[in-house]
């Protein structure tokens, strides 16, 4: 469903992805290790459509389209949704707002009517359930004022919201104490069908434990430089990254 | 143009309609004949050219009655309407018997110098081409919950207006003003309105000002509010349409522990240009001012914000905040902003502070990221910003007119 190939991007003329390539297929989960400032971000905010970035060679294609020139708003209708590493607070913007704008936007996309008031209040109640997020929260602005882990859970209420057939979570366990991790993953479980597929960027294994990857890759310098299966991250876990580093540079 | 000159050039259709004597009008005259207009070396008027507005030739009509206020407006909304138009009060219909109205036969000063201003030129100005003002008197411990209006209406091209109003709200009283302009869309046309209000001890006013011109209106409107002790003030600048809008707002906190809330907001699209000047003295000790002033601007617009925060000698436990915020949408835009504060109390509480800057990219991909247009989105963040100022909007009939022309413009 998501075939990357030979992906090049810069900020500020500053080259971070170097020709990255990744395939996934439907119902796979994928997790993407790699040291601090390698480009996971850089590849997720590429992937949604962040504009800041330029891509400057290479190809997303995504069900068979290719994606790159689609704008962000489009991409998440085509059904690819990214949870921040650092979801933003919005004031003054309700997160009920936010959301029914968000879904109507989808259903416009697929030309389906707009959702009633009470059938999308239904749809909220249900979706808050799976994260376990209190409707107080639900009633404020987007992540104003929320805690670190409140706001990861927002970013995977919003996913259970938009229903996408591709998400990537940067990040998403970072921040969170153990009960919701447990909570966050055991969510992103019950949301997991053989349609949808998963790009989990972590640096810690007690995510995989959860949420058990079908492959692990290494990001590193711009590249996925290294790939495997769930051992993998074992593997980094005991080991640190040098040895990949090593075996990097002496290619 | 000289102001004499100016004097010179507007084209009276009946004498009579004055409100001062002859006497009164010849000596504004020659008092006027020694002023000037203000000159962007004026340090309240660096940012806000005026000449080209007084370059045009206006008249003053002879009064018209015709008038069906359905057009405008629900009655029912309002516990009375006062109607200019064309400068003419032409309707005083009060509902509620706790507001006492009445035209008013000559020119008050009462407050004249209180404030020390750059603008005396228009408060003569208007002094001396008045031909309607109104005296409105809110009555002791009346608390009233719908608004009284007060409707400027101008249709009738390069009409020059002068409303002037004169407002005292008795002791405990709690009332609320609604103060709307509107221009029909087609005529030129320059309206100078003046108003005195006067809040006594324990009094508490909320006062609206709608600015709803027209592309080619000019609105110089003055405000001098006297704040006695213990009194409460709500005032809302909502900028919404106008080619030319300058207000000039100046509050004196003169009674023990007074209260004044400013708020503003203004939305300039293509040419338009608003600039407030907003002035706080602080007389007396005791005192809160909050002043939160916003602006979005759009195209070639451009506004000015100038906020004086005055704390006086004698205005111990002063707590006075001004806050200016903007964004701007575009590159042709332009905003100046300059807050201000002048402190001769020791034991104050006070901040001022002014931001400009544009819609945060950031939160613009994250809306979108989950599908919302970027247009959708932009409005989204706008209207966010716009809130903080709109919320506060207390007599809901109001908040949702405001809500509603801010959503058809942007
Ligand atoms: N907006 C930006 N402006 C300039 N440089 C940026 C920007 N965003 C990212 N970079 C740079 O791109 C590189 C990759 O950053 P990125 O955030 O993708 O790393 P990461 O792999 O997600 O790291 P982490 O594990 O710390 O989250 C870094 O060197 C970073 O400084
Ligand atoms: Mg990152």
Redesign the interface.
Known sequence: MLEINNLRANINGKEILKGLNLKIKEGEVHAIMGPNGSGKSTLSSVI?????FEVTAGEIIFHNKNILNL???E???EGI??A?QY??E????SIT???R??VN??RL?NKQEALSASDFLKLMKEKQKLVELTTSLVNR??NEGFSGGEKKKNEIF?MAM?EPSLAVLDETDSGLDIDALRIVANGVNKLKNPNNSYIVITHYQRLLDFIVPDFVHVLYDGQIVKSGTKELALELEEKGYDWIKDEYHNK | MNVENFIGSVKVTDNAAFIENTEKRKALHESLKLKSFPKVKDEEWRFTKVDSIFDKAYMIPSIDKDFTIEKYINAKDYAGVVCYKNGFVIKIEVTDLNFIIEPLSKIDNSFDNIFKTQEQVFVELNNYFAVGGVNIVAKKNAIISKPLLILYIIDKDNVISSPRNVINIEGGANVSIEEKILCNSKIESLTNALSYINIEPNATLNYYKIQTGSDICNLFDTTYIKQQADCNLNIFTLSLKGRFLRNNLRIKLDGNGANANMYGLYIPKQNEHVDNLTYIEHAMPNCDSNELYKGVLNDSSSAVFSGKIMVCKDAQKTKAFQNNKNIVLTNTAKINTKPHLEIYADDVKCSHGATVGQL????L??????????D??KQ??I???I??VVNNISYEPIKDYVKESISQKI
Do not use: C, W
Request: without cysteine; glycine residues 6%; hydrophobic residues 45%.
């Open positions: 949604a459509g962040r504009e800041i704008t962000a708003e991409r998440a209708n949704f990214l921040f979801p933003i919005i004031p003054g913007v707002n936010f959301m704008a968000a936007a989808k996309y602005s987007v919003q938009l | 945060d990219e950031e939160a991909f994250y809306l979108r990221s989950r599908g919302i247009a970027k959708d989105a989204l963040l209207n966010s910003f809130d903080e």
